[in-house]
Every structure is written in structure tokens, then in C-alpha cells.
């Protein structure tokens, strides 16, 4: 399974960027899908989560400025961002619990991307 960011880039303060997170491979179902943010010299926080039955929540840092939203016929999670603060800069990281096939069982799994820059400064 691979997990793969996209949309990450530089900004000014008061902006937008959509971030995009793409599964792929042998999956047999997707539960929870989140975004993480970890900037310079901190630890990995967490941003936004989803359920598969589509129920969120935010860490209160971003709450009423990042909306998650997911397309499972697509096995993608997005993150929209608004309003971007230079403390949103930080490499952000999509993860997922994943249910794969072993031995005639749905075993579940986590996996996550790359990571994606996201610059906000004026």
C-alpha cells in the first residue's frame, strides 16, 4: 500500500492550500484517515481526522479554517486549508488505518505518506 501526498507548497499569510492523499494497492477496506503536521524542532501533532462514515474532528489550532473531507470510491482524503497562519508551516503527513487480506482474514493496518511542505510566510 502506498500512501501519496500532494498540494503542498508556499503561501501568504490569509491563504489556501488543498492538500491531497491518494491509496493505493491492495486494499480491502479504509477506516480512519488523518493528517498530522510537524514543523521544525517539534513533534508530529495531529491535524484532522475522518471516520469512513465520514465524522471529523480538529485539533483546535485549526478548527473553523481546515475542513477534511474523504472520497472512498477514490481511496483519497483531502485537507482544505483557509485562512493560513505562518504557524501552519510545517511538513504534513497523511495517515490511514487500512484493511488488507492475510490468510482469509481482513487485518488492519496503518501506513503513512511521504509528507508535503506547506510554507506560509509573507
Known amino acids: 500500500v502506498q500512501l501519496v501526498e500532494s498540494g503542498g507548497g508556499s503561501v501568504q499569510p490569509g491563504g489556501s492550500l488543498r492538500l491531497s492523499c491518494a491509496a493505493s494497492?491492495?486494499?480491502?477496506?479504509?477506516?480512519?484517515m488523518y493528517w498530522y503536521r510537524q514543523a521544525p524542532g517539534k513533534q508530529r501533532d495531529l491535524v484532522a481526522s475522518?471516520?469512513?462514515?465520514?465524522?471529523?474532528n480538529y485539533a483546535d489550532s485549526v478548527k473553523g479554517r481546515f475542513t477534511i473531507s474523504r472520497d472512498n470510491a477514490k481511496n483519497t482524503v483531502h485537507l482544505q486549508m483557509n485562512s493560513l497562519e505562518p504557524e501552519d508551516t510545517a511538513v504534513y503527513y497523511c495517515?490511514?488505518?487500512?484493511?488488507?487480506?492475510?490468510?482469509?482474514?481482513?487485518?488492519?493496518?496503518?501506513?503513512w505518506g511521504q509528507g508535503t511542505q506547506v510554507t506560509v510566510s509573507s
Open positions: 495517515n490511514a488505518n487500512i484493511g488488507q487480506s492475510r490468510n482469509g482474514m481482513v487485518l488492519t493496518f496503518s501506513y
Open positions: 494497492g491492495s486494499i480491502v477496506s479504509i477506516n480512519d
Open positions: 475522518i471516520t469512513a462514515g465520514g465524522s471529523t
